[in-house]
């Protein structure tokens, strides 16, 4: 087999057993791991991956790293996380393509598993990213908390297998936990794509290379209100989640509450600048000394002083001016 894997894990000794053991047909596996904390070190040892670790800093830096420092057996490198599964299918795929291909990379459509059954219609299949390239030529640009290729349309191409995808394998509060961080990416991308404008919309049905077109529609999609009602109706209703039963109708409210995280984080992002901003605006405020308090003490004590001599000189001329009527009073009885 002409093929190498680049698998990244973190804390992954649940999923990578059964990761590593749909690669029996390949004799270079290395994991790149960021410094997991359970059993996922011995897993991969017992399974004869390679091992090599750093510290997690985006999707897009681990694998540059990979392809950058580690020496691979074979030129074609497949990019994997660990709850994903390769098939059969695939791998006669990916073999055919390295003899006869003449691109250099390939998109490859994950196929969503949810209580243990595909969700074809919930997750949009097929939503292609490329995960397999040559080493010497692919690499990866960081966009929102995923990554892309840094290749142009016309050195890509598109395989027609997929390979399994257990996102909820640890179950739906692990998903909303990962989903929560990864939204604070996706709001920020969300800000530079509404400072960068959009264009037109004539510009989204000419791009012919559909990953790129459905690229562009995500940066339309930031621009419209009500974005996790419409997040749902999208994979719902107009992808047919409904066909998926109960577990493609759960899917499409997960969707909707990962949009609400996004949303509000882009709302949270904004007044937090808007404040920043105006705060910028205001003056700052001058320390004053000691000697300028003391100083400014005793000239508020004398209008202090000179306000209570008034008020007693006042209150003696009142005292005065009634005792002078009293004897009028008298005098004229």
């Given amino acids: 087999m002409t093929i190498s894997v680049l698998l990244l894990t973190l804390n992954e000794e649940s999923n990578l057993p059964h990761c590593l053991a749909a690669l029996d047909w390949c004799d270079d596996v290395v994991v790149l791991d960021s410094f997991s904390t359970d059993n996922t ?18 999707f897009a830096g681990q694998r540059n790293f990979g392809l950058d420092t580690i020496e691979f057996k074979h030129e074609w490198i497949l990019h994997l996380d660990a709850d994903e599964i390769v098939t059969p299918a695939l791998v006669a795929e990916l073999q055919k393509v390295v003899r006869e291909g003449d691109k250099c990379a390939y998109q490859i459509a994950p196929k969503l598993m949810f209580m243990g059954r595909w969700l074809r219609h919930s997750s949009m299949y097929p939503c292609y990213q490329v995960r397999f390239g ?3 030529k692919l690499r990866f640009v960081q966009v929102g908390h995923g990554q892309r290729e840094s290749l142009g349309p016309e050195q890509i191409g598109v395989l027609r297998e997929g390979y399994l995808h257990y996102s909820v394998s640890k179950g739906i509060a692990d998903w909303f936990e990962r989903h929560n961080r990864y939204s604070t990416d996706e ?9 960068r404008g959009f264009g037109s919309l004539r510009s989204i049905w000419r791009e012919r290379d559909r990953l790129r077109r459905r690229r562009r529609l995500k940066e339309l999609s930031i ?3 009500f974005r996790p009602f419409l997040r749902f109706m999208h994979a719902y209703i107009w992808h047919r989640g409904v066909l998926d039963g109960g577990p493609g109708f759960l899917y499409c409210q997960m969707l909707a509450a990962y949009e609400f995280m996004i949303t509000s984080k882009v709302t949270e992002l904004r007044y937090r600048d808007s404040a920043e901003g105006i705060s910028a605006q205001r003056p700052a405020l001058r320390r004053v000394s000691k000697s300028e308090s003391a100083g400014h003490a005793k000239v508020l004590r004398m209008p202090e002083a000179a306000a209570r001599a008034s008020a007693v000189g006042g209150r003696t001329d009142s005292r005065r001016d009634s005792k002078i009527a009293c004897q009028a009073t008298e005098d004229s009885a």
Wanted: glycine content about 4%; proline content about 3%.
């Fill in 41 to 58: 070190l011995e897993v991969a040892d017992s399974y004869g991956a390679r091992v090599v670790q750093r510290r997690f800093d985006s």
């Fill in 187 to 195: 709001a920020r991308q969300c800000i530079e794509l509404r400072q």
């Fill in 134 to 136: 040559r080493a010497d």
């Fill in 223 to 225: 621009r419209l209100p």
